[in-house]
């Protein structure tokens, strides 16, 4: 499939120049040039055939469609593959081929990762880096539709006097034929919707599939309905159709507020879309960092965790200015810093509930449709169980941190109940009550980089078998 | 006997030399006191001590109500009172009758006194147990409410133990730095400064981490961007559904009453 029509050795597609190159003769083709032995076969069932290769640690399959072996997971790191056996898959109906490479690619990774001032040092180890793989990762192509008449409210104010207005009110009806092509969703249970939302895809950049583009690069198949992403796709449809709606001059005169209509899905199709894909592990090795960049677009979307002893230093360094600002000129009561110390004690308690909040929400995945649709929705009481446990020990972890935040908020408090005469008292208490805010920060570093990073994925095999 | 004319003279001389002698120390002395003695004024009828500065036109004073200083103590700390008269007025208030809060007093007492002219007055209120410095016209300027209590700070402890003389003493003593433009030691302001700036500063760098290092879903706006829209409008039009009539009271409405359907 993916051989070279000059000399028969393998070729592969370039993103920079979007050519077809062959190694071995050195020749580029683009896709017309191929002839249709290369070409696929339209045939009723658009079959590709494939090598998959299964890791050994997560059991995720990762699919290659030439010869290039697969020697690392991009899912969890892991270097144990083992090829596992040639696969058939229904061809998609589009795809987006690779635009950026991967050295652009990685540039603009390392572009976002000096940005951030707290990112820890081994993120930015080249050998980790170039561990960065293109994958087309298969997305559902929604296509929504209104045909018809849609009904919205409108109203003119017909008199004004000094107590009371008085009001018509007029069905507006109005026929539309509209339509939007490329509303795209990933069909990837393992590729979380976090990530795909934050990497859109240009749609009207997308070509009729073909098998050569896959070449130099890994796919993989889809494992999600594409069902469980039609009322999305039709909310889009419906949020947009305002705007069109107000630019009508009807509904300008009748003061419809938020005219809209409803839309719904007419038709789906399935395409290979370019991401780049990268896992770092933490320092532990129980957590991965992912990083997805965009192939087409070349954006970035990577969870970066926070260096504690960088937090520390720059913090440290900030304070300093702010330290002199507050000497010149200010006027701070001791009653004020306790008050001061009250306000810091309770925004710190909200950041971080809010952050465990989010942990929690994080861990069940409720969010991310995809992965619900596949593993949520089966009644399996084991699992259940496992979730209560894991939120009563969390609960239990965090006591001894509420504590201090009890103790940070009622001893500035008590002071300025009791209003001693000393202003000592007001500064001691404060202090101790800022001291604890500060040690807090520990705890909520540590939840922040909790919450930017994955458990390592174990076995999660999908279902079904990936042959036609 | 007779009287040796020679050791005669002698005498009367050397006795002559000692008086004058005498005579020009102890004038060179009494200028020196003079010059140091301040010209100490009581009033009686309100029992206070006070000097007035001619130069000036302020005068320091001390209103000691409450008894909380002895005559001898009363006069050394006037004494050193006097150099802050260049300022503005200056004096030491004590009352172990005030009802009201020690700042009304200090107000009200200054207002009286010395009505909006120049001035601290340092109040020693025995009834509500506080001290308490007020100040007036320019020299509020330099004595601020930071600075009088980072000095109550430092003179609270005199007061407890009933050292009244020293607490006072050393209080006009920091008046004096500041109105002379030194600044007075502020430990405690400045160790609650550092734990406000590291506060803020902690909590800065957070809000930089929350915007910086969380991936943000695109916006529908950005997706929308990237599909191919068709929207056409073919032909609209309206029909009356009822009318109703709101309430307007400057400018808001409250319900709605439908008149028909």
Do not use: W
């Not at chain 1, 979307?301 to 002199?324: T, V």
């Not at chain 1, 306790?338 to 971080?352: D, E, H, N, V």
């Not at chain 2, 004319?5 to 020196?32: C, E, M």
């Not at chain 2, 006009?172 to 803020?200: R, V």
Request: glycine share 4%.
């Amino acid at each position: 499939m993916s051989k070279c029509p000059h000399c028969g050795t393998k070729f592969k597609f370039e993103a920079e120049n979007q050519f077809i190159h062959c190694e071995y003769c050195g020749l580029d083709f683009n896709q017309s040039e191929l002839s249709n032995d290369e070409k696929i076969v339209k045939t009723n069932k658009n079959i590709i055939e494939g090598k998959s290769y299964s890791c050994s640690q997560c059991g995720t399959t990762l699919l290659s469609f030439d010869a290039t072996a697969v020697t690392f997971c991009s899912y969890c790191g892991s270097q144990n593959i083992v090829e596992d056996k040639i696969v058939k898959q229904t061809a998609p109906d589009y795809i987006i081929p690779f635009s950026k490479t991967k050295d652009k690619c990685i540039k603009n990774y390392r572009k976002q990762l000096a940005s951030f001032l707290f990112a820890p040092s081994y993120m930015k180890d080249d050998t980790l880096i170039e561990k960065i793989r293109g994958i087309y990762i298969p997305y559902g192509i929604y296509k929504i539709e209104y045909k018809g008449e849609c009904v919205n409210r409108g109203e003119l104010c017909t008199l004004s006097t000094s107590y009371y207005r008085y009001y018509d009110d007029y069905a507006i009806y109005t026929d539309i034929d509209a339509s939007y092509n490329g509303i795209s969703f990933d069909l990837l249970s393992k590729f979380y919707d976090e990530y795909s939302h934050a990497i859109p895809f240009n749609y009207k950049e997308a070509v009729e599939f073909n098998p050569s583009y896959l070449t130099g690069f890994c796919a993989d198949g889809i494992d999600v309905d594409s069902d469980v992403y039609n009322s999305d796709a039709a909310k889009i449809g419906t949020y947009d159709s305002t705007r069109f709606l107000k630019k009508d001059k009807i509904f300008k005169k009748y003061n419809c507020k938020n005219p809209r209509a409803k839309f719904d899905v007419a038709d789906k199709k399935v395409g290979m879309f370019p991401v780049y894909f990268l896992a770092t592990k933490s320092n532990d090795g129980n957590h991965l960092y992912y990083a997805v960049i965009n192939g087409q677009t070349g954006k970035v979307a990577a969870d970066i965790p926070i260096s504690f002893p960088k937090y520390i230093i720059l913090s440290f360094i900030l304070a300093i200015p702010i330290f002199f600002l507050l000497n010149i000129g200010s006027i701070i009561m001791p009653k004020d810093i306790s008050i001061f110390a009250i306000i810091m004690s309770i925004a710190s308690l909200i950041i971080y509930i809010s952050q465990i909040s989010m942990c929690n929400q994080r861990d069940s995945k409720s969010t991310d449709k995809g992965y619900s649709s596949k593993f949520i929705n089966t009644n399996n009481e084991n699992d259940d169980k496992n979730r209560q446990n894991k939120k009563t020990a969390k609960f239990k972890s965090d006591q001894n941190q509420n504590l201090k935040y009890i103790i940070a908020i009622t001893l500035p408090l008590a002071t300025i109940l009791l209003d001693p005469v000393d202003n000592l008292f007001y500064y001691v208490t404060s202090s101790i009550s800022l001291l604890l805010v500060i040690l807090s920060f520990n705890s909520i570093i540590k939840i922040h980089n909790k919450l930017v990073s994955r458990p390592i994925p174990q076995l999660e095999k999908r279902d079904g078998d990936e042959s036609e | 006997m007779k009287v040796n004319k020679k050791y005669f003279f002698r005498t009367l001389i050397y006795i002559v030399f000692v008086f004058f002698s005498g005579l020009l120390l102890y004038s060179i002395d009494a200028y020196n006191s003079a010059k140091h003695e301040i010209v100490q004024n009581y009033d009686a009828d309100k029992k206070t001590y006070y000097y007035f500065n001619e130069k000036t036109n302020y005068s320091a004073m001390i209103d000691d109500s409450a008894n909380l200083l002895s005559k001898k103590e009363k006069k050394k700390l006037l004494n050193e009172m006097t150099s802050l008269t260049k300022h503005g007025y200056i004096a030491l208030v004590s009352t172990d009758s005030n009802s009201s809060s020690v700042e009304n007093f200090a107000d009200n007492y200054y207002q009286s006194h010395f009505d909006k002219e120049d001035g601290t007055i340092f109040v020693i209120d025995v009834n509500n147990g506080k001290i308490y410095i007020f100040s007036s016209g320019n020299n509020a300027k330099y004595i601020t409410v930071s600075k009088a209590n980072s000095i109550i700070d430092s003179v609270y402890k005199d007061s407890v133990n009933k050292n009244y003389y020293s607490c006072a003493s050393f209080a006009f003593n920091q008046i004096q730095m500041i109105l002379d433009s030194e600044k007075i030691d502020e430990p405690i302001h400045y160790i609650g400064n550092i734990f406000i700036a590291l506060t803020l500063a902690f909590f800065i760098s957070f809000i930089y981490i929350l915007f910086k290092s969380r991936i943000s879903a695109a916006s529908y706006d950005e997706i929308i961007d990237n599909c191919d829209i068709q929207f056409k409008i073919n032909n609209s039009y309206v029909k009356k559904i009822g009318s109703r009539k709101v309430r307007c009271r400057t400018g808001s409405t409250s319900d709605d009453d439908r008149l028909d359907s």
